[in-house]
């Protein structure tokens, strides 16, 4: 064995045995980093060879290529506490439990580690509902709900994990639904955001309500009183539904009554209003063509009288239902208008506010009983989230202000007309502080945007750094001469007392805020992040979720190649061994599609 002083790592001597071969190869170039773990670690040269250094806390590991792995890197990592993505755990000991183990004498217990994990909740839960023939509203439930939420807190830490991750900081408002984990939720980021010293008026505006839940919850609650035409009209609608040769009689009666519409029978989910409002708007087109199909088919005036509602749908019948439809069409063309994704919705939503405001005003003092009652219903909902000043969110209102065919005189006017005087005087005061406070906060900032804009506008391949200084101190004394002339104290009130536009359908808000910013800089840059707000998490919601399939008229009801699906996917998964789960649903999500093979049980 011959030693090789040439080859030092560290100053320590090498032992190794090179052939003539291997001393007169050339060097390999050193290759990349492949392991991710290096995202989170400095290579340095020191005097004792390669180190990694974490970007975190500063840790040193050895890191040379070959006597050091990257487990120990990876251990770090997980444990690191400046590592902003570890969560601190509750408790220093691991949650374990007895797992029964199959062996070939019988059967003994166990113990194993218990760790969480949403994918195999996710399968347990679809086997579950396959397996125990559950309905699919199973999972809508108040009491699934309550049974799988998790706390408030660590929802607040999975939004904090990713604004770091995003590199956001600036935080205006977070629209989220009305699940009571959520107010904890929005608390522990108001903390968090105010810490990191980038709060508006320390978070005041950061919970958003989604306008589309409170709708939700509102209708809901005044559909509890179900009426008896409504209930008729659903069993007719199921029994044509339930036979592929009803239907075929059916379209036949359309045709002979000469009824020309695309719309196509759907039955409605309970727990979703607006497919309940889907299936008698689609069933009021036909309803002569249910008359005529009462003649032709005997079993479905007999069969009708034995369910629920006690008989087929009669002319008052499908009067009261076109009440009910009109009714519901406004709360279902609100929802539509206030989940845009593509146009602005925080401007909008004030005036389907006084609207529904108005319409449950006049159906409390209506002649039909059914339809007062269920008003009376809705409007205690309704005062519970848009009644108490204290709870309301004011951008909905400022939002209207910094609409220039409105302004702050007609929000005014319109909260006096549709509160009582003690409620509408409290959120006139709160709407005013609020906007002066916003508009004073925004003001105090202006400086640090001059330096912004400037230095954006600025090419350093043109100016030289004593120019740009200079054209700093110009954007400042622009300010103190508008200060001194009291023109930046006035501008809100110059604005305000400007003449509003036009109203008209196609007006570009944004537009018109990019042409006067100039006229208005404070004011624009409000109106800038104001009206960005999304007052309703629907649009999000449905690009990732499935659950908004539901409320599709072909989805109401299981077709029969669905039902034969499930049968197939129970009976697999009851036999031994089981199958893959995941393989099962797709099975049955491609025959739902009608794109799969036909089961073959």
């Known amino acids: 064995m011959s030693t090789n002083m040439d080859n030092v790592e560290g100053n320590v001597p090498i032992e190794e045995h090179e052939s003539d071969n291997e001393k007169s190869k050339p060097k390999r170039k050193r290759m990349k980093d492949r392991s991710e773990v290096w995202e989170h670690f400095i290579k340095e040269e020191t005097h004792t060879g390669m180190e990694a250094r974490c970007k975190y806390c500063g840790m040193r590991y050895k890191c040379g290529t070959k006597r ?3 487990s120990p890197l990876w251990a770090h990592i997980n444990r690191c506490r400046k590592y902003p993505y570890n969560t601190p755990k509750e408790s220093k000991q691991s949650l374990l439990s007895f797992k029964s183990n199959k062996i070939e004498s ?30 699919f509203k199973f999972v809508e439930g108040v009491g699934f709900k309550n049974f799988v939420i998790h706390k408030g ?53 950061l919970h958003m309500r989604c306008v589309a839940h409170i709708v939700n919850l509102v209708v809901s609650d005044g559909l509890k009183i179900v009426n008896e035409s409504i209930t008729r009209v659903r069993q007719a609608v199921r029994f044509i539904k339930q036979s592929p040769s009803r239907l075929v009689r059916f379209k036949k009666c359309v045709v002979e009554e000469k009824i020309n519409s695309k719309k196509l029978l759907c039955l409605d989910v309970p727990t979703r209003w607006n497919s309940t409002f889907l299936m008698l708007d689609a069933a009021l087109v036909f309803e002569y063509s249910f008359e005529r199909y009462s003649e032709e088919d005997p079993h479905y005036v007999i069969e009708l ?3 629920e509602g006690k008989g087929c749908p009669t002319s008052e019948d499908w009067e009261t239902v076109r009440r009910f439809s009109e009714f519901l069409q406004v709360f279902y063309d609100l929802t539509l208008r206030v989940s845009g994704s593509l146009h602005v919705t925080s401007n909008l939503f004030f005036h389907e506010l006084v609207s529904v405001a108005v319409l449950l005003k006049d159906l409390m003092t209506n002649d039909d009983v059914e339809m007062c009652l269920m008003a009376t219903k809705m409007k205690e909902k309704y005062d519970k989230y ?14 209207v202000v910094l609409d220039p065919r409105y302004k702050l005189d007609y929000v005014e006017w319109m909260l006096i007309e549709i509160y009582d005087s003690k409620h509408a005087f409290v959120l006139v005061n709160n709407l005013k502080e609020s906007l002066n406070a916003l508009y004073e906060e925004y003001r105090g900032s202006s400086g640090d945007v001059i330096r912004e804009e400037v230095s954006s506008s600025m090419d350093s391949s043109q100016f030289s750094p004593k120019q740009k200084k200079l054209q700093v101190l110009k954007s400042k004394y622009k300010k ?16 305000l007392e400007e003449e509003t536009e036009e109203e008209c359908e196609n007006f570009d808000i944004l537009g018109w805020w990019k042409f006067n910013s100039a006229r208005f800089p404070t004011i ?20 990732f979720s499935t659950g908004g399939r539901v409320l599709d008229p072909f989805r109401s009801s299981l077709t029969p190649r669905v039902v034969e699906g499930l049968v197939c996917a129970q009976n697999w998964l009851r036999s031994s061994p089981f199958p893959n789960i995941e393989e099962c649903l797709q099975e049955v999500e491609d025959l739902e599609e009608g794109t799969g093979t036909k089961f073959r049980p």
């Open 480 to 495: 103190h001469k508008c200060e001194k002339d009291g023109e930046a104290k006035i501008e809100l009130d110059k604005y």
């Open 524 to 543: 624009g840059r409000m109106a800038r992040d104001i009206l960005a707000v999304s007052i309703s998490t629907v649009a999000s919601e449905s690009a």
């Open 305 to 307: 009288n034995e369910r």
């Open 386 to 399: 848009w009644g108490d000043p204290e709870k309301m969110n004011m951008l909905i209102f400022i939002a």
């Open 68 to 70: 050091n792995g990257t």
């Open 106 to 135: 019988g059967c003994t217990s166990g113990l194993s580690y218990v760790k969480y994990d949403p994918t195999v909740i996710r399968k347990a839960l679809s086997e579950m509902v396959i397996v125990d023939e559950l309905p």
């Open 153 to 205: 807190e660590e929802i607040g830490k999975e939004i904090e994990k990713c604004l770091l991750d995003w590199e956001l900081e600036k935080v205006f408002c977070i629209t989220v639904d009305n699940a009571s984990s959520n107010d904890t939720a929005i608390g522990y980021m108001r903390r968090k955001i105010n810490g990191w010293k980038a709060g508006v008026l320390k978070g005041r505006f």
